[in-house]
């Protein structure tokens, strides 16, 4: 590894020193034993030595001297954003006179200024996968004549102070946030939420173990808080690429290494020079979710190294990287030295690589800001040096399950199994109970709507994209690697080959019964309070029908000949009500005048 000129290579040597130090122990002649043994106790009783008396001058407390603690101290993966899972309801439950939901609400932001193809496949997909109704940031704020970096701070600005100022967004709300052009949704919300928490819990006891605890002193002589040092709270999607490929940027050398095995990708992994079997290690800025608090602090600090004319993603790389230098020099704060250097010897050591970074910290400033990765795509599957990773699969194609892994080169192959969590999710073609009975719009046809029978299609026999090496059924995908892949990729999502009958489904879904109920009782395809689907949101709380946003892209999203979304038989202007009935867009057909005042404020 060491005498590798890629690239990447020399990120991936965690202690150099250490490296050099057992070379050298290794070809030590065995004739000069004893030698050898002395000269082995010498330089451990040297480096004891020089242990401890470095650890005389105190190092400054880096948790300390920055702010370190998260906006507010409850975790993510203690909120309970997916309700439990309420299995046999029936019409005649009564139900609960408390509508009140106070459990965080799940949001979709998705930075567009315009309804381009890409923004349309994005918003598609989230809508046929029961998403609340995405909030486009920027929508019809398209500026002219302004550069690309002009661009980009206006949308994150954007994004900002939606999070800021947005009268619907808790600190404690889910928030997503998406790159419009080039990502398709794969799996429904409950996994997405249900991934992320499994993730930081399991995550977090990792950083508990290696970070420790800090105490925090508490007035009027009362005991101590213990506080877990560093917690996992934000997740961005693992790239195989680094923004930069300078050696000096921590965001590249200092981020920790990938959870996948070393040799996940083969006898190359890490080495190959074009870095496509690299394992995923660096942020990608594509897709992020996080709380609405901590996703703030991360956009307020992008703007802030955006001024210095960085891109966000370099912002963001930064930002990363600073983070890990902050906790690893804490770490080495506390560490026990012997401990370490033994665990050094042994190629155990946890560190990471911070040899030869620089950064200027300025006392006060932030550095913590919780951003970990999704190294193994359970939830984000990041596309570029990747396009050979997946495959569409049939899990209940035995043949195919056992022989995939063989097929990817992945040692220590096993059997594929549908994961639990898409196991246990409702059949994606039940049509509702009453669906052709229901008069709500837009109504029922049988050519229009017609899915496959859910007797024999269901989450087990659908094309699901999987990446073998992981293995994971990503819920996201950002294609972000070759643009001519794009189409091709769209039609083997699961859903496309029905996406009308599926999003008009969602429409439907929006004030019939089901939803009605669903929402009276804290169902959990009721995220978004706002109400409304089949449309969606702007930063300036505007109501837009995707019709209004994607005309013209039908082609693109269903290529089934069947005319304009939501005017297939032309009827135009469909109403759309929120949760409780208020009409939030278009006409009432004859009731009009009885509903009272259709401007009343929406929840
Ligand atoms: C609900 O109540 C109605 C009227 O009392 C009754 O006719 C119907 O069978 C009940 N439905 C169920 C599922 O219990
Ligand atoms: C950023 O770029 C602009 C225009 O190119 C320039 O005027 C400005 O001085 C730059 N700022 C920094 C901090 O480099
Ligand atoms: C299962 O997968 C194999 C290998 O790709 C394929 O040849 C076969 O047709 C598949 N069987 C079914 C029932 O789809
Ligand atoms: C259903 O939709 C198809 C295609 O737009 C149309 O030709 C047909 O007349 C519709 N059927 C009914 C009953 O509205
Ligand atoms: C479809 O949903 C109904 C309840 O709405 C349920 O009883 C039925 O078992 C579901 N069918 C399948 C195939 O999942």
């Known amino acids: 590894m060491a005498s590798s000129s890629t690239p990447f290579s020399q990120f991936d040597e965690a202690k150099p020193s250490a490296t050099l130090l057992w070379q050298a122990a290794h070809y030590r002649p065995r004739t000069h034993r004893t030698k050898a043994i002395a000269f082995s106790v010498l330089s451990f009783l040297l480096l004891l030595w020089m242990i401890s008396s470095s650890r005389q001058q105190p190092a400054p407390d880096f948790w300390a001297k920055f702010p370190s603690r998260p906006p507010f101290p409850e975790r993510p993966e203690d909120a309970q954003v997916a309700l439990p899972r309420k299995s046999d309801v029936s019409v005649n439950d009564t ?41 486009l940031i920027g929508y019809g704020h398209e500026k002219p004549g302004a550069t690309e970096f002009e661009r980009a701070v206006e949308q994150i600005t954007r994004v900002r102070d939606y999070l800021k100022n947005s009268r619907i967004v808790k600190d404690q709300d889910f928030v997503l946030v998406v790159d419009a052009q080039d990502v398709f949704f794969q799996l429904p919300p409950r996994v997405l939420v249900e991934r992320f928490q499994d993730l930081l819990r399991k995550n977090n006891q990792k950083l508990q173990k290696k970070y420790g605890y800090a105490v925090v002193e508490k007035p009027n002589g009362a005991p101590p808080d213990l506080v877990q040092k560093y917690t996992q709270r934000v997740l961005f999607g693992a790239s195989k690429l680094c923004y930069s490929a300078l050696n000096s940027e921590p965001g590249c050398v200092s981020v920790p290494e990938s959870t996948l095995p070393p040799d996940a990708y083969g006898w190359k992994t890490d080495v190959h020079p074009d870095g496509h079997l690299n394992r995923p290690r660096w942020l990608n800025p594509g897709a992020v979710i996080g709380q609405a608090a901590d996703l703030r602090l991360i956009h307020d600090e992008v703007l802030r190294v955006m001024e210095r004319n960085h891109s966000d993603y370099q912002a963001l790389t930064q930002i990363f990287g600073r983070q890990e230098v902050v906790r690893e020099l804490e770490r080495l704060r506390t560490v026990n030295g012997v401990k370490e250097w033994v665990y ?69 192959e096993h059997r594929l199994l549908l994961p639990e969590d ?182």
């Open 95 to 135: 139900l609960p006179h408390d509508l009140d939901k106070t459990n965080p609400h799940l949001h979709v932001l998705v930075p567009t200024t315009r309804g381009s193809r890409g923004a349309c496949r994005t918003m598609t997909s989230a809508m046929i996968l029961g998403y609340p109704p995405p909030t």
């Open 344 to 412: 050094g010897m042994l190629g155990i050591s946890d560190a990471v690589n911070i040899d030869g970074i620089s950064v200027r910290l300025e006392s006060g400033h932030r550095y913590e800001y919780g951003i970990g990765v999704d190294y193994e795509s359970q939830l984000f599957f990041n596309q570029i040096l990747s396009r050979n990773d997946v495959e569409w699969i049939k899990f209940n194609n035995i043949t195919k399950t056992s022989l995939l892994q063989g097929q990817f080169g992945v040692p220590r």
């Open 422 to 603: 898409i196991a246990a999710l409702p059949n994606p073609f039940n049509q509702t109970r009453f669906a052709k009975e229901q008069t709500t719009l837009p109504e029922y046809n049988a050519t229009l709507d017609k899915l496959p029978n859910p007797e024999e299609h269901s989450w087990s026999n659908i094309p699901l994209m999987t990446n073998p090496y992981s293995p994971s059924v990503p819920v996201l995908a950002h294609l972000n690697g070759d643009p001519k892949l794009r189409n091709v990729w769209w039609e083997k999502m699961w859903f496309f080959p029905w996406a009308r009958a599926l999003l008009r489904r969602y429409v439907r879904s929006s004030h019939g019964f089901d939803a009605a109920q669903s929402a009276l009782l804290g169902g959990q395809d009721w995220w978004d309070m706002r109400g409304g689907r089949g449309g969606l949101w702007t930063d300036d709380e505007n109501w837009v029908t995707l019709s209004q946003v994607c005309e013209g892209q039908e082609r693109d999203l269903f290529d089934d000949d069947l005319g304009p979304w939501a005017k297939e038989n032309g009827d135009p202007d469909e109403p759309v009500y929120n949760q409780f009935g208020n009409l939030v867009k278009g006409k009432e057909k004859e009731e009009e005048e009885l509903n009272g005042d259709p401007d009343e404020p929406v929840l």
